[in-house]
């Protein structure tokens, strides 16, 4: 089992800047692949960033691409979100997901066998 933890959500105007971050535990960190997906109102939650085990690939659905940056740190067993340049439409609820295992970053949410509750992001025009 793994245990996600994600910090660091709140309000914003448009043109900011937030950090999320997401500890993990009850496995080792450095074997698992982490993403980061946001769920709008009304919306499906979708994928945002991903990064493999080794950190040494990432992933960026198109609207974050050159805004948001995903890294690790696995000796403090967290990963993080830098979102820069924030919009209105980023405004959602982020949630942190892990999958153990090698490979390509995953982008789909249903590969992630485990999941944080979620942080609030609300960017004001």
């Known amino acids: 089992q793994v245990q996600l933890v994600e910090s660091g959500g709140g309000l914003v105007q448009a043109g900011g800047s937030l950090r999320l971050s997401c500890a993990a535990s009850?496995?080792?960190?450095?074997?698992?692949?982490m993403g980061w997906f946001r769920q709008a109102p009304g919306k499906e939650r979708e994928f945002v960033a991903a990064?493999?085990?080794?950190?040494?690939?990432?992933n960026y659905a198109d609207p974050v691409k050159g805004r948001f940056a995903i890294s690790r740190d696995d000796a403090k067993n967290t990963v993080y979100l830098q979102m820069n340049s924030l919009k209105p439409e980023d405004t959602a609820v982020y949630y942190c997901?892990?999958?153990?295992?090698?490979?390509?970053?995953?982008?789909?949410?249903?590969?992630?066998?485990?999941w944080g509750q979620g942080t609030q992001v609300t960017v004001s025009s």
């Open positions: 990064i493999n085990w080794s950190g040494g690939r990432t």
């Open positions: 009850g496995r080792t960190f450095s074997s698992l692949a």
């Open positions: 997901a892990a999958i153990l295992g090698v490979g390509p970053p995953p982008t789909s949410r249903s590969v992630y066998d485990y």
